[in-house]
Structure formats: structure tokens, C-alpha cells
């Protein structure tokens, strides 16, 4: 009686333990970052943990990052680069690996993170004069190349010169190049006015 017990019993349960999830059609799967791998499908972009859930479902606003794999969106430092489109100006922020935004798109443009500092290109927004017949301010847009932290903070000016722009998408097609360079953990070259390089040391914060 107890064999046909036991064996009955295994029966029942064995359909309960193979549990399976599928995902069909995928047009693109790169390799692991951070325990999780970029998967696109329909034109969107999701991502994948080791076990294959889909931990962060399919989006439009997820950055790609050229590697030797291909384009694709990547984790580094359990950040990933998201854009947001503003009166047709592109704004670059974070999301962290549960897809919530902890960097809000507010850069022209940035890095994958290494450790905690990402290059960015801070916007800067100058009044210089008043229009009192229009009842208008005249604005000047700037940049710097900056650090921020995993936080968006920023800790430290890469460039001290800003780099004056014309803040409208007739002008500002695409996103203005970095020109800063990560060399080591903690060195970055900085290119000068005269297209010269400055080599500065900046400590990482962990």
C-alpha cells in the first residue's frame, strides 16, 4: 500500500515542480552586464535575468551602448542610460535595475557609469538681459562636462570653459559629443581649447 501511496503522490506533484516561462520571437539577446542581458523585441528593449524573467519589461527609452557584441542597452554599476525627448532636445537620465528612474533625463548627454562617476554634459541656462517690451528674459544655453555620482549629483567640473549652445531642434540635431576621456579608475584626459589634452586625477567615491 505505501509504494502505491508514494508512488501516486509523485505523480501528482511532478507536473507542479516543471515550470517553465517562454519568450518567443526575440530579435536580439546580448551578453550578461550586471547579472541581467538586454533583450529586443517589436523594435522595444527589455531585460532578462539568469534564470530568463523578464525582470524589466520591453520600453522605448532605453540607450544603446556600442560594444564589440553590437548596439544594445547595458548595466554598468546597476545604472542604464535612458533619454527622454523634450520640444525635440534629447535628455539623458538613469534607471537602476528594478526599471525605476533614479536619474532623471536631464543631461545633453552621458556614460555608462564606472564605479560611482559618469560623465555628463550639464545644462546651464543664463539670463543675460531683459526684454521689457516682449516682458521676455534672453537667455544663453551652456554646457559642462561633469561627474555625477549614482545619485545624479554632481561631484566634480571636468571643464571649467562652458560650451555655449543654441538650445532648439533645428539646431541641436543630435546629442553634442563628450570629449573627456576615462583613462584609469581615477585619471581622465580633458581636451583644453587648443585641442591639447589635460590630464586630471580625480579620486573615485565608493
Known amino acids: 500500500m505505501k509504494k502505491v501511496v508514494i508512488l501516486c503522490f509523485m505523480f501528482i506533484i511532478a507536473p507542479l515542480l516543471i515550470v517553465g ?20 523585441k517589436d523594435g522595444k528593449w527589455g531585460f532578462i535575468d539568469k534564470q530568463g524573467n523578464l525582470v524589466i519589461d520591453f520600453r522605448t527609452d532605453l540607450v544603446n551602448t556600442k560594444t564589440d557584441d553590437g548596439e544594445y542597452p ?6 542604464c542610460k535612458i533619454v527622454e525627448v523634450k520640444a525635440g532636445i534629447s535628455y539623458f537620465g538613469f534607471i537602476d535595475t528594478s526599471g525605476k528612474t533614479v536619474i532623471e533625463p536631464q543631461f545633453l548627454n552621458i556614460t555608462n557609469f564606472n564605479k560611482n562617476n559618469a560623465i555628463a554634459l550639464k545644462l546651464d541656462k543664463q539670463i543675460i538681459s531683459r526684454n521689457t517690451a516682449l516682458d521676455k528674459d534672453m537667455v544663453n544655453y551652456r554646457y559642462f562636462e561633469v561627474l555625477i555620482n549614482t545619485e545624479g549629483e554632481i561631484t566634480y567640473y571636468l571643464t571649467q570653459d562652458a560650451v555655449n549652445i543654441v538650445l532648439d531642434k533645428s539646431f541641436l540635431r543630435a546629442a553634442p559629443q563628450i570629449t573627456s576621456k576615462l583613462l584609469t579608475d581615477e585619471l581622465y584626459a580633458v581636451m583644453g581649447k587648443n585641442k591639447t589634452w589635460n590630464i586630471i586625477k580625480v579620486k573615485q567615491e565608493l
Open 21 to 40: 516561462q517562454s519568450l518567443e520571437n526575440v530579435e536580439f539577446i546580448s551578453p550578461f552586464h550586471d547579472d541581467v542581458a538586454a533583450i529586443k
Open 74 to 79: 547595458m548595466f554598468s554599476y546597476e545604472r
